[in-house]
């Protein structure tokens, strides 16, 4: 679109005025499990079947499945009696909790955490600091005891991270050759997913991920097998 | 991008995650008034200029405004001492309070209401209703007794339908020819933007908004002047 028609009708304007739409339709989605109840049955499913697998009102799914089909999320075959809706290959790739590119724990802390802090921006601007204040009540002075102010919710932050690098942590390591470097420190190196592209990407590397130490024990507990003898961790 | 690229890394699941963000920088950057700022001062201002004027932080102000150039609807200029900010004339044209085409208050309304509704969005398709009651506290079995539930916030949407209707309004009104209708009414009218784009394109017509007494009632007071002779309400 060229700038005389944004000029004569503001596409671009209404475009970004939709995007938190778009935003919490793909995050909703993935909340109640739509691409994952369709990759598990393994067949086109109604809204109707949908919403009852998933045990959501019928309209309500309906008008998702059609916003999901509109930002082709999902596809949909129309027969005679019904419409059948089926992931997408993207989605069955990015949006599934299961896939190795799942972008799933990301997006539910992006929609649960991240979109109510925005929500506040205007303050954030005024006063110069994140928002766990008002949308959460905790004290926002240090940012990482608002973050992990909860072990669930450090849990979130960490495997959301974990989504990200598992899409971008193998450009990341990519850009410059480390290959002559065997001991690499990751500093906040959380759930290790980036350690473990590091360590893929240069067999020859050990990673030390330095983080603070419950961030550490819960790093070893739940996402760095003990088996994984090329990555260990310093607490500090 | 084509969808292999897609696959390979999924460009449109990002856009659509950081779509809420960019929603609210630009609804932001209206409500503490950045593009009225810019157009009133007539010249390009500095980050410290603009959030001396706005009453914000600096280096909150700095990002905002930045984040406002990648989205093109700021320019800034580099010096050798510092950058100068400006509109774009898409900004000036539909971003600013005083614009005709100004669509400061919808943003303002999904901003501050539908963006808040839409947190809940989950909840909304599990129930299959609104959800005022959980963001506002409002019960939501009356969809305009939830919208309306002020006179503040039925004038905030009344303010901004009426920024819709004057983009597209025209649009709508054209799509057939209505020239051989000369009585109009305009159901749920609301502040009357649409009425004032129906005569103004068919000169012969006489519009009639129908819509709640209150309703009719700010929309006398606020947007339709009594020199709008071709202009009538009736209560409902």
Known sequence: MGSTEDLDYPQIIVQYSNGFLISKVMFTACELGVFDLLLESGEPLSSDAIAACLGTSTMGMKRLLDACVGLKLLAVEMTQERALYRNTEISSIYLTKSSPKSQ?????????????????????????????????????????????????????????????????????????DLSPFTQIYDLGGGGGALAQECVSLYPNSTVTIYDLPKVVQVAREQFVSPEERQISFHEG
């Open 104 to 176: 799933y724990h990301i997006m539910m802390y992006y929609s649960n955490t991240v979109y109510l802090c925005w929500q506040y921006l205007a303050d954030a601007v005024r006063e110069g600091r994140n928002q766990y204040e008002r949308a959460f009540g905790v004290s926002s002075r240090d940012p990482f005891g608002a973050m992990y102010r909860s072990d669930e919710e450090m849990l979130k932050f960490m495997a959301g991270q974990n989504s990200v690098w598992s899409i971008c942590g193998r450009d990341v390591l990519a850009a410059f």
